[in-house]
């Protein structure tokens, strides 16, 4: 039976920044693209405190720049959001994101967190990053689930791929609508057994 829906953060509750803000603060996105994918992956396991000021410092902006042009280039999807409010009487929720340790208070108030997730983890707070096994276990297991009581709503295929092998459903995200047309027949062939 699915007790639980667990959401991405970039791509579905808000647009990914990270090479948009890289573009339009004047790097090359396209030639830079493993540096980038390097870094970020290095702060979302943990192994580096923040990709902040590495990306700054390849830039040559400010640190203050930079999360500025992040913030500016991620705006929250508020159509995903309600969706989040109204099932949240019938399903627990939470959010798992692929970012530094501590990053969660930079793009999130807490009231807000706690407005729509019962949990809310970023992977460089528990050392491990999607689509690695482990943040798939210990998301269900802070809900109190099992990984096959959970769906992760994803919009990388990989991160859906991670998680089904660790035994959740999922659903690679596109749009609400298609999320909303996906979801229903997995809710209806999970909760009548």
């Known amino acids: 039976m699915i007790k639980a829906l667990i959401f991405d953060c970039f791509g579905v509750i808000r647009i990914d920044p990270t090479f948009i803000a890289y573009r339009q603060l ?20 943990g192994q580096i405190t923040s990709a902040t000021p590495v990306f ?13 042009a992040s913030q500016h280039a991620s705006p929250f999807d508020e159509d995903v959001l309600d969706y989040i409010a109204s099932i949240r009487s019938f399903y627990k929720t939470a959010m798992l994101t692929n970012i530094g340790e ?17 949990v809310a983890l970023a992977s460089g707070d528990i050392g491990y990053a999607k689509p690695e096994a482990q943040a798939y276990e210990i998301t269900a297991e802070r809900l ?9 709503i994803d919009d990388r295929r990989i991160n859906c791929d991670g998680a089904k092998a660790a035994g959740m459903h999922v659903v690679t995200y596109v749009s609400l609508d298609q999320l909303k047309d996906e979801i229903i027949p997995i809710l209806a062939a999970q909760n009548d057994k």
């Open 26 to 45: 004047g790097g090359d996105d396209e030639a830079d693209h493993n540096f980038i994918a390097s870094t970020m992956l290095a702060s979302d396991r």
């Open 144 to 152: 109190g689930l099992r990984c096959d009581e959970c769906i992760m």
């Open 56 to 68: 700054a410092e390849k830039l040559g902006v400010t640190e203050a720049k930079w999360e500025q």
């Open 102 to 118: 501590g990053d969660l208070a930079k793009w999130f108030k807490p009231h807000v967190l706690e407005s729509y997730f019962d």
